[in-house]
């Protein structure tokens, strides 16, 4: 059974810095891995998409990379800012079609 | 045009009641889902449907029926609620269910069963 792991659950940074989110799944036989950010109480917004072939994607500062072999995928924010604090959610899309999300990762940046 | 619209956003329910969760996009996308997320907890699915075809039914209690009436529409029925069944619904779809699929998502639907 497939399993997504975020690190670190929570993470507070100054505003500026340069950060590092990190996902990891199980089972390697993916189609495609999405990153989403999730504000309180709202619906999901999707960020990047990283397809089973891929190694990375970006997105103005965003990056997110892909190592499918060994189950590990990573979101780079480049000079975070207070509107990126938000929770945020990659999940993975098995064989089924289905997507299988990690717990999650709370960024907060101060100003 | 990303967007998927739910409605209402928000629902309290008693828990005898019956009502209807909505779901409705545009993109011409074949697949839809349904999730489930309690509070501090990532999402859990639901249902998928596929071509309008029930796909994936993740072992929902059967007081949650969905249905998918056409290819751009999907409700969630709800009857006999608990009060644990609150959290905020989330709806999605995408193009197909396989590769090369990126997955959007509405802005949920709060329901609390009282």
Redesign the interface.
């Known amino acids: 059974k497939q399993e997504v792991t975020q690190i670190p659950a929570a993470l507070s940074v100054p505003e500026g810095e340069n950060l590092v989110l990190n996902c990891s799944f199980t089972d390697s036989a993916i189609y495609n891995l999405q990153w989403f950010r999730q504000d309180p109480g709202k619906g999901l917004t999707s960020l990047l998409l990283i397809q089973s072939s891929q190694r990375e994607q970006t997105s103005g500062r965003l990056n997110a990379s892909l190592d499918k072999s060994s189950g590990r995928s990573t979101l780079y924010i480049a000079a975070s800012q207070p509107g990126d604090s938000a929770t945020y959610l990659c999940a993975v899309r098995g064989s089924q079609g289905n997507l299988i999300f990690g717990k999650g990762t709370k960024l907060s940046v101060k100003p | 045009d990303?967007e998927?619209t739910?409605t209402p956003k928000h629902l309290v329910m008693g828990m005898t009641n019956k009502k209807s969760l909505k779901c409705e996009q545009h993109m011409g996308h074949r697949?839809m889902?349904w999730y489930k997320q309690k509070a501090k907890?990532?999402?859990?699915?639901m249902f998928?449907y596929?071509y309008e075809k029930l796909?994936?039914n993740e072992s929902v209690p059967s007081r949650f029926s969905p249905e998918c009436p056409n290819s751009s529409l999907l409700n969630l029925h709800l009857h006999a609620l608990q009060p644990e069944d609150s959290a905020?619904y989330?709806c999605?779809s995408s193009q197909?269910?396989?590769?090369?699929?990126?997955?959007?998502?509405?802005?949920?639907t709060?329901l609390t069963v009282v």
């Open positions: 990303t998927v739910q697949a889902y907890k990532p999402p859990e699915l998928v596929s796909s994936i905020l989330l999605a197909e269910t396989g590769m090369n699929t990126e997955a959007f998502f509405g802005q949920g709060r």
